[in-house]
T-cell receptor, first 111, second 112 residues
Framework: GQSLEQPSEVTAVEGAIVQINCTYQ??????LSWYQQHDGGAPTFLSY????GLEETGRFSSFLSRSDSYGYLLLQELQMKDSASYFC????????????FGRGTSLIVHP | NAGVTQTPKFRILKIGQSMTLQCTQD?????MYWYRQDPGMGLKLIYY???????DKGEVPNGYNVSRSTTEDFPLRLELAAPSQTSVYFC???????????FGDGTRLSIL
């Protein structure tokens, strides 16, 4: 099976940079995704990493190190609207279309 | 461009009642999923489908059933509702691995 670890809560101030880490254990890694979920809303896709390195999309970047079984989501120039839960999800090669989600990190952005 | 549509948005059931949560997508995606999310928790996979006529169990399938007669529709059936099934249910679809999972707005289900 797969397991993921991410912090339960992270706090930061507006304008700052915050990093949300995700470590995973899986038999046969295929890829790592990140999703954002605001209270009461549906998860929305942020990024997908299959290869080592940094992927940048606007203020959000996602990093993967396959050798360390580790990834992170980097949020820059934080805004109040970034307050949400962020989930990492791992895809294993045995079922590469079935993601396993972490428990989520609640990001609280203060003025 | 509707994406993934779930109905109903809210529902209250009595213990022992049955109901079907509807899910339809208009993106011609082969992969579809049902998740439940309890407060403060992540998404737990109930059932998934890789195409019409093919379904399989996820992590927490007990008490639920699904069918996939068409590419577009993936209904979730609760046969004998129990308080432990009080949760928010999300349906999702995906075109292929590495592509985004598209989620519906969720069904908030309470069983009393």
């Amino acid at each position: 099976g797969q397991s993921l670890e991410q912090p339960s809560e992270v706090t930061a101030v507006e304008g700052a940079i915050v990093q949300i880490n995700c470590t995973y254990q899986t038999s046969g890694f295929y890829g790592l995704s990140w999703y954002q979920q605001h209270d009461g809303g549906a998860p929305t896709f942020l990024s997908y990493n299959a290869l080592d390195g940094l992927e940048e999309t606007g203020r959000f970047s996602s990093f993967l190190s396959r050798s360390d079984s580790y990834g992170y989501l980097l949020l820059q120039e934080l805004q109040m609207k970034d307050s949400a839960s962020y989930f990492c999800a791992v895809y294993a090669s045995g079922g590469s279309y079935i993601p396993t989600f972490g428990r989520g990190t609640s990001l609280i952005v203060h003025p | 461009n509707a994406g993934v549509t779930q109905t109903p948005k809210f529902r209250i059931l009595k213990i022992g009642q049955s109901m079907t949560l509807q899910c339809t997508q208009d993106m011609n995606h082969n992969y579809m999923y049902w998740y439940r999310q309890d407060p403060g928790m992540g998404l737990k996979l109930i059932y998934y489908s890789v195409g019409a006529g093919i379904t399989d169990k996820g992590e927490v399938p007990n008490g639920y059933n699904v069918s996939r007669s068409t590419t577009e529709d993936f209904p979730l059936r609760l046969e004998l509702a129990a308080p432990s099934q009080t949760s928010v249910y999300f349906c999702a679809s995906m075109g292929s691995t590495g592509q985004p999972q598209h989620f519906g707005d969720g069904t908030r289900l309470s069983i009393l």
